[in-house]
């Protein structure tokens, strides 16, 4: 039975390789992509599956063209949103226009219309865990927002959590520890540093580097969408994330860049730290390996790692044109 999926988000780096995974694995979707084409989505993002889908250009902030998406649409899968905390940092009102009030236009026709909704949300919402420490976030961990980025996160989150309990809500909503891998934009930590490599340039390190992320193969989250739009109960959170074993200190991860790149381990600059960096993000998986049977393909930071520089490397054409007007952006 053929159902009809609203991906939104769906040009950016996480959706469109959702987009991918759903054209190449789940046939029983008849896709529509709405995205509002901000300077982290990409058409290219989509090469490939263009005659399989139905793309739309739009803010998923217009109240008319939601209610008109979501009307012809049986589920919203929601990865639109501004997600880069830097960003967030300098200006945060384009993170509470996507992000909340976005999830906000959003909820409005989902409820008018009576569709189920994903929404993606990430474990920066819970803040961050102290380094010496054996802790994991859990589903029931507080929030405790940073940025403005997680704080429009959390507050998104919030909002859905309320249209469950007072409205009927058909939701599900998951938090997932970083991402990488293909089509991800140059800003973000893991291909910033590859595609400094690639062009002959030094990658550069955040203070110490001593903040540890878990970091989870942006196949092995969509895998987990997957596993939650088909068997998560409704009203229900998951959080998502690779392992203790995909969990490393940014120095750790430049290192390991460097290795596999055949660089020296001291071939990068320190850089002033980021304000308000987050010390430790590390989850709990339990719930959705146990409920979903859900696990990730990419335990291992450095086979995921590998797959990722050789896309970057074939694929130059696609992140250079991003690449100048994102360094002078952030200028160190």
Request: aromatic share 8%.
């Amino acid at each position: 039975m053929t159902e009809r999926i609203l991906i939104t988000g769906g040009a950016g780096f996480i959706g469109s390789n959702f987009v991918h995974q759903t054209v190449r694995e789940h046939s029983e979707f008849q896709i529509t992509v709405v995205d509002a084409m901000t300077y982290a989505a990409n058409k290219d993002n989509l090469k490939g599956v263009e005659d399989q889908i139905d793309f739309v250009e739009g803010d998923i902030c217009n109240p008319g063209l939601m209610d008109d998406l979501v009307s012809k649409n049986d589920v919203v899968v929601n990865f639109a949103g501004e997600s880069h905390v830097d960003n967030s940092l300098r200006d945060p009102d384009p993170f509470v226009h996507t992000n909340l009030l976005g999830v906000y236009s959003l909820l409005k026709a989902i409820r008018k219309y009576d569709r189920r909704l994903h929404h993606v949300s990430t474990d920066e919402v819970f803040g961050d865990l102290p380094l010496e420490s054996d802790e994991r976030f859990t589903e029931s961990t507080p929030y405790k927002p940073s940025s403005p980025y997680a704080a429009t996160k959390a507050s998104a989150d919030m909002l859905i959590a309320a249209w469950v309990r007072s409205f009927g809500l058909r939701a599900t909503v998951s938090m997932c520890a970083n991402n990488y891998g293909p089509r991800q934009h140059v800003e973000k930590f893991i291909p910033r540093q590859i595609t400094n490599i690639l062009l002959g340039e030094r990658p550069k390190l955040y203070g110490a580097g001593a903040n540890i992320r878990e970091w989870t193969h942006v196949d092995d989250h969509n895998a987990a969408v997957h596993a939650i739009l088909s068997k998560g109960k409704e009203g229900e959170t998951y959080i998502i994330g690779a392992g203790e074993d995909a969990e490393a200190p940014n120095k750790q991860v430049m290192g390991l860049i460097l290795e596999l790149m055949g660089q020296p381990e001291d071939a990068f600059d320190s850089v002033a730290d980021r304000a308000g960096h987050d010390m430790r993000y590390a989850t709990d998986t339990t719930k959705i390996r146990t409920e979903l049977g859900w696990r990730p393909r990419y335990t291992s930071l450095r086979d995921g790692l590998v797959e990722t520089i050789k896309w970057y490397r074939d694929n130059v054409d696609y992140w250079r044109p991003q690449k100048q007007q994102t360094e002078e952006r952030y200028g160190q």
